[in-house]
């Protein structure tokens, strides 16, 4: 039996997954890690080459002690997008930071001072300020010469396990253009982009290739770290997200994908790299050389229904321990006898996106009552749900109206997908029918085809998908719960504006904003 491997390096673990040629997942690694914050820098989150490495190479012993790397016929990456490392002239890595780093505060501020940069280069690139490369760039410029006049190229991530591996320095689209740095119609780096920046060009000596390339070998340093085979095909991956819609099996136009973990991302195929006039979504590059994808991102769904779960439901925690299950299961049966729109509690957390100026209002639930029967830990928890919901839909309409794409269905994965009952509400909500898949690790998977497609198992994506990717449960819109849910989503996005307006005034406290806003 021969087997892919995937290495997933995500914003807090990184995770070694063998799957089969037909993309059964049959064996998983996982080790969390420790990021590094630097004391003399506010907001600097560092990610640490050397320790990483040495989680990346345990996970990959751990799947090597039930298969033999002889088997192992390809290996692919993906990682956390925004995350870049930085080599210098003998390809050794000097820095790297994580997605979540926010030290380019100044940065940002300074480069708002042009209030047309950020338009100009949105329009070139789908990237604004908020998660971009510039201003942590340039913050290198300003605060460490030394890494500044050293480096001599920058990838992501995924790309820097390939290289750990024995890959030479390379960048593929879908991941590279979450930077702000690529031209988003040629899917390579922008000189014009550096030159707006004031950056120097250097930075763009990687050479870019799609996803699905064959990008090196395992070489002997690496085989006696790991345990791989010398010489085991490696093959260029993607980002996260990127990766993810394939692993659903999302490969053609129009295909639209919610992934559900800490964040909510929508993603919507496109035949060309459509632009948002007003720069409120972000444009990628998509893992399929054809493609590019309209990308909403609503904060922190997973994290505030791990929040509320923590901090109310110690006792369903216990319950759940006891009898093998977990609290958000137990919470979600109980939300399913709440009435569609929870006695008309408005959930204040995520909003819609808006890439060119991104924040959030102060965490809080809105309109309650004080009748325990319509207001308890279970409406409070199906309202959570609820602005998940709301929130994508927000963002898909968003996507549909610019872009005059008519979504007909979309396909649910990540962590959220395992509940049937969210799965219902998002169903209800945007009134479109739900598909979910039956492996829930859709990134890795996604990983898992592009190392298949690599060494040519599959001709190309769209069969390896069709092979690898199996189809779970469908979840039809409620008609009933239309009318509920639109009156909802009215009250939601009036009552949000003026919940963000008592932010702005620092009458709350937001519950995130992006670096320089």
């Known amino acids: ?103 380019a505060y100044q940065e940002t501020i300074d480069l708002r001072k042009n209030k047309e940069l950020e338009k100009d280069i949105y329009y070139i690139s789908g990237q604004t300020f908020s998660l971009g490369a510039i201003p942590r760039l340039l913050w290198i410029k300003n605060n460490d010469k030394d890494i500044y006049n050293k480096a001599c190229y920058l990838n992501m991530l995924s790309d820097w396990i390939a290289v750990e591996l024995g890959a030479d320095i390379f960048i593929d689209p879908s991941n590279g253009s979450t930077l702000g740095l690529f031209n988003l119609k040629t899917r390579n780096f922008d000189k014009k982009i550096f030159e707006m920046s004031d950056l120097d060009f250097k930075f763009a000596n990687a050479k870019v290739l799609e996803s699905g390339t064959i990008i090196g070998e395992v070489n002997n340093k690496a085989s006696k770290e790991t345990g791989l085979k010398e010489g085991t ?38 035949k060309s790299p459509i632009i ?97 029967n319509k207001t308890n830990r279970y409406s409070l928890f199906k309202s959570i749900m609820e602005n998940a919901a709301i929130v994508s839909y927000n963002n898909i309409k968003t996507i549909e109206n610019f872009s005059n794409i008519n979504i007909d269905y979309l396909t649910f994965a990540g962590g959220a997908a395992n509940d049937s009952v969210w799965c219902q509400i998002l169903a209800d909500v945007l009134q479109l029918e739900v598909r979910t898949t039956k492996v829930k690790e859709a990134t890795a998977l996604g990983a898992a085809i592009c190392a298949c497609v690599g060494v040519n198992l599959y001709k190309d994506f769209y069969e390896a998908a069709d092979i690898c990717v199996k189809k779970d449960i469908v979840y039809y819109p409620d008609k009933n719960n239309q009318k509920v849910y639109a ?31």
């Open 276 to 372: 948002d006039k007003d720069a409120r979504i972000r444009i990628n590059c998509s893992s399929i050389s054809d493609l590019w994808q309209a990308e909403g991102i609503a904060f922190y769904p997973g994290l505030v229904a791990r929040w509320f779960r923590d901090a109310f439901c110690e006792d369903l925690k216990e319950i759940a321990k006891k009898n093998n299950t977990n609290a958000y299961k137990l919470l979600s049966d109980k939300s399913k006898d709440i009435p569609a729109g929870c006695y008309e509690i408005i959930p204040i957390f995520s909003d819609k996106m808006n890439y060119i100026s991104w924040k959030h209002a102060a965490p809080s639930f809105i309109n309650m009552t004080i009748d325990p």
């Open 1 to 103: 039996m021969k087997y892919i491997l995937s290495l997933d390096a995500g914003t807090g673990s990184v995770r070694a997954i063998i799957f089969d040629k037909s993309g059964n997942q049959i064996i998983e690694s996982q080790r969390e890690y420790i990021h590094k914050v630097n004391p003399k820098y506010q907001g600097s989150i560092d990610f640490d080459i050397e320790n990483n490495w040495k989680l990346i190479c345990k996970c990959i012993k751990d799947v090597l002690k039930q298969i033999s790397p002889n088997d192992i016929l390809a290996i692919s990456t993906t990682s956390m997008r925004e995350a870049f490392v930085l080599y210098d002239e003998n390809k050794k890595p000097i820095w790297a930071c994580s997605n979540v780093d926010a030290r």
């Open 233 to 270: 095909k490696i093959v260029m991956g993607g980002g996260d997200a990127q990766l993810g819609t394939i692993g659903v099996g999302a490969v053609n136009e129009k295909d639209t994908v919610i992934l559900g973990g800490t964040f909510w991302q929508q993603e919507v195929n496109m």
């Open 487 to 517: 009156n909802l989503i009215n009250k939601f996005n009036d009552v949000y504006k003026i919940q963000l307006e008592l932010a702005d005034k620092n009458l709350t406290t937001h519950m995130w904003k992006a670096v320089g806003e």
